[in-house]
């Protein structure tokens, strides 16, 4: 989502998995949009900026404690699971709605619906075969009092077999709006219980949250002992339920707000300034990317990535974003030191292994507190027999009188 | 007891809680500047006889409008946030009128910075919901406004402001959820309780305060569901505070008590009894 001032650009991605032929997304839009505010995107451009903005998993290796040598190795993984899978809804016909347009882009056949009455467009829906979830009449008639109107898209298929495209590209709308919101109410009605979803926000001036509900910073820069490695993506799953829970299943989770010009350490490269264009970021417009590469400072583009995992029960309303003037560097980074394994016969060695033993008892205490996994698992998984639990600290008061 | 000392008590209070529980982005740095700029610029403006009592009364009432920017105001620039302090005592100071000065100072100062650069914002939704937390602010901030005698505008704002939402739902056929989150707003609690009810920029007498406090609500509602403004209370508040001048020029009857405290309270006091038993009750709590 790109926001400034009143121009808001949108790109829509899903992870569809049926058959192409059943898709259809129907997103309330705040105005008429024409044919010209509406693009297919490449996918890719997605997936850099989820790869770029993704929580990352840095590691390092203690030197020998003899020698003075050392080397850092980093890594980054994404630890996305599902995006949002807009369940749609479908359509085709007449009962006091207006189809005000249909265009055919790339391989979506588009219409701009709006309607009287909100029982007219369901009717209409559904007599073109498109399945509503319940409670949806509720809903779109709260949209269409709004002075919403219906951006319906639905696979072409044979523009979809000409262009030769096997998944579903993301849909992009561009239009200028004051209202600055994701309308995530049609999305609620699906009983297919919690859907999680990922906003990644450019804008020019700084950090984005919602202000009708809390937007709350993952836990980062903590410790975690190194066998959560090859579990990274399962570690930050089980973490992002425990903060939720925490936050009694209500707010926003921030996960990345870093100015696009670099990152330190980069999960994936920064987008260039045509792959953000090409995302929306308008007022990138008079610069080319070999203009940029002499000046590689400032692309004056800020991208915040936002996580939410949402039902009706604890997300009632839509979300509504504000823009912030903040641009302080935030990222969710997650460190596993790893302990010297060689050989170290010096009066160093000693204190050093102690040091590691309490590093590491406090990396597992800490990652089962964060993620509610099992002391037991962890010790085992850490190949230690059992895991200390903290030490209450009035225990290490007198500990050295006595 | 100087209600003052509550209203700093209950800022402070928020403050804490906000840095440690909510997790506020407060820079210990701007609180200070805030708090500097603004004792500084009152001590400049207003401090006549460097008596003691002076000195804290002074302080005081700086203080209230400091801890309100510190509370409310986010910016990274150390300037803004001395400026927007400057901004409020100089309101304070030179925006007056027969005798009263025109604007809530902390809502004028966000409204001036906010308007002026882009690094200075506020940030309305992190209060989250509702739950204990705001029964602690309704707690603490109702005992504050009864001290100060300003329950009714508080009441009249909040109840007209939710009489508006419920009833924006129910045209647009939404469940009652939708407005009952938009209700459980800790920035609205604490508009409602702090700063609408500053006895000096709202109108002298009980009628035309309840007015004010309607008015104030319905373009609270008008700027948030219409023009999409975030925090909108502080803005619909300024816009109407020339109203405050109007109203207490026209309804003269208890403006010859103005600067008087102990005199309004009784004169008021007195119009609810012969108009409010709900009022009256809560008097008599008091």
Redesign the interface.
Known sequence: MVRDKDRTVITMSNDFKGDVRDFAMVVPVPTFIEREQINVANQALVDHLDAYTAPRLVEYFDEDPCSRVRYERMMAESAVEDSVVQKAVTADEELGVTIEAKYTVGEYDILILSAEESGGLIDWLKINDYQLPEGAEQVVGSYLKQGMRFFVAKVNLESQLAGGFSDLRPLQIAFESPKFMLPIRLGTLNADGQQELFVYALTRTGRVETSNYRTVKMPSDVEIPGFVKNRFGEFYKDMFTVQTEKENGKAVFLEYAWDMAWCDPCAADPLTATQLRQLGAFWLDSETDAQQRNRPAAQNVFVTRLHVRYDQQHFPDDLKFIETGDRTNYQGRYIMRHAWKGESNCSAAKDYLNMVQERETRAGNLLASLTGWDRNDIAASMGVSALPAPQKWWKRIWQDVK | MDPRNYQIVALSTFVVFGVTV??F?IHLSNAVAIIGAALLTQYGLFSTIPSFTSLVNEAKSALISALSLVLLL???MLFIAALAAIVAIVSKRYLRFNGHHLFNPSAFALVVVTGL?????L???????L?LFAFGVMGIGLLVVTRAQRLDVSLAFLLSFAALVLFRGW?????I??A???LQ?GALLLFAFFMITDPKTTPVSARPRIVFGVLVSALTFVLQFY??V?AAAIYALVTLAPLVAIFNLYFRENTHAKNDVVYHRVAHVSEFQQRNGFLRFLRRQS
């Open positions: 909510l997790g982005d986010r910016t990274d650069s882009s690094h200075a914002y940030s309305p939704g992190q209060w989250g919901a739950g045209y647009l056929g939404d469940p959820e939708i009952w989150h938009q707003s023009f999409y975030s």
